[in-house]
């Protein structure tokens, strides 16, 4: 693991040593978002790893992510839905969190919010941050606080046709550090109770409608995965692996339970490096995003010095397939697109 990721070690330690409020109880119904397109496609963009922080020079990092908008919007023909998959934020100030998701309104299409490792790092309340969030008009609501499942970001989206639900779109708050020892950590993943609840979601809707799932942290099966393809990279998707993986350390049932419910893929973000996405032995997706802007750190070509960074898009189809697309949006004058596309993923 590189340096980067122990800043705010500290400030991770005491949110999980936090103590959730009373708990209650809610339906699935209220967990659940519907967004009504009758085009034959609902198309997604991926943005991760923001990072805004106190060095951020927030016009031009403003500028860059209109440009990768732009991008996704031209390659899509529309724009249904903005996921941002966590660490918008690494010591940000209240102004800067208010700002980025003001920005983010602006852009006039729904968007939806799960946490990253870093983004409760800062002077503010996670009740702060949710409230934060959903002030535009184009937020789409985050769940409970006091519901007793672990995160703070666990939610689902149904892309509806206006009669049936075509595809569902699942949430969950990979939350931020695990203790492994009293003295080391890890990345922590998604809970078993968490797990417990999209099992439910799924049980409940009993629609059996294919869903892809959005995260911040690879889960814990990405490196067997990745082992699995060291000698033939036949299952790999697209994209490139720059940089050791951080995937969670926690065992969780997630993955297959994902599988056992039709989920298609998994995508996440965290190693701003990394870009790969691969099928394990079963052909179930694991994939990072791309990385949307170059604070912190970001993978630039030693050749050509592109920049590694700028969204991911996903197109889904009435027919249970999707079309992935990774944009690639240079942070150099001129901002030149490039992209790696691959369709009909089922």
């Not at 002077?123 to 672990?150: H, T």
């Not at 799924?202 to 869903?211: A, F, I, L």
């Amino acid at each position: 693991m590189r340096t980067h990721k122990f800043i705010g070690t500290f400030l991770s330690l005491v949110t999980l040593c936090a103590c959730q409020g009373g708990t209650k109880t809610y339906e699935i119904k209220d967990y659940r978002q519907v967004l009504t397109s009758t085009n034959d496609t609902f198309s997604i963009l991926q943005l991760t790893d923001i990072h805004w922080c106190y060095t951020t020079k927030i016009a031009h990092s403003e500028e860059y992510l209109t440009q990768v908008f732009e991008a996704a919007k031209k390659e899509a023909g529309h724009l249904d839905l903005i996921v941002i998959t966590g660490d918008s934020f690494l010591g940000a100030d209240q102004a800067m969190v208010t700002e980025l998701y003001r920005f983010v309104n602006g852009w006039g299409v729904p968007f939806a919010v799960t946490y990253g490792n870093h983004d409760k790092e800062g002077d503010w309340s996670r009740e702060w941050m949710n409230e934060a969030i959903q002030k535009g008009e184009n937020a789409l609501s985050l769940p409970y606080a006091d519901d007793g499942i672990d995160g703070d970001t666990n939610y689902f989206i149904d892309w509806s046709d206006g009669n049936d639900t075509v595809w569902r779109i699942y949430l969950l708050d990979s939350n931020s550090l695990t203790l492994e020892s009293p003295f080391s950590y890890g990345y922590d993943g998604i809970h078993e109770n968490q797990v417990g609840w999209m099992k439910n979601v799924h049980d409940t809707m009993n629609d059996s409608v294919p869903s892809l799932g959005f995260v911040h942290i690879p889960p814990k099966e990405l490196a067997p995965a990745l082992q699995g393809t060291a000698s033939d990279k036949s299952q790999w998707i697209l994209g490139k692996q720059h940089e050791k993986t951080c995937q969670s350390s926690v065992d969780s049932s997630f993955v297959q339970v994902a599988k056992e419910i039709g989920m298609r893929g998994v995508f996440y973000g965290h190693d701003h490096n990394n870009d790969f996405v691969l099928q394990d032995q079963d052909g179930f997706v694991m994939g990072y995003g791309v990385k949307s802007g170059t604070e912190l750190y970001s993978y630039e070509d030693p050749d050509t010095h592109q920049t590694l960074t700028g969204g991911a898009l996903y197109t889904l189809k009435k027919d249970g397939a999707y079309d992935l697309t990774h944009l690639y949006v240079d942070d150099h004058e001129g901002y030149a697109v490039s992209s790696l596309r691959k369709e009909g993923l089922r």
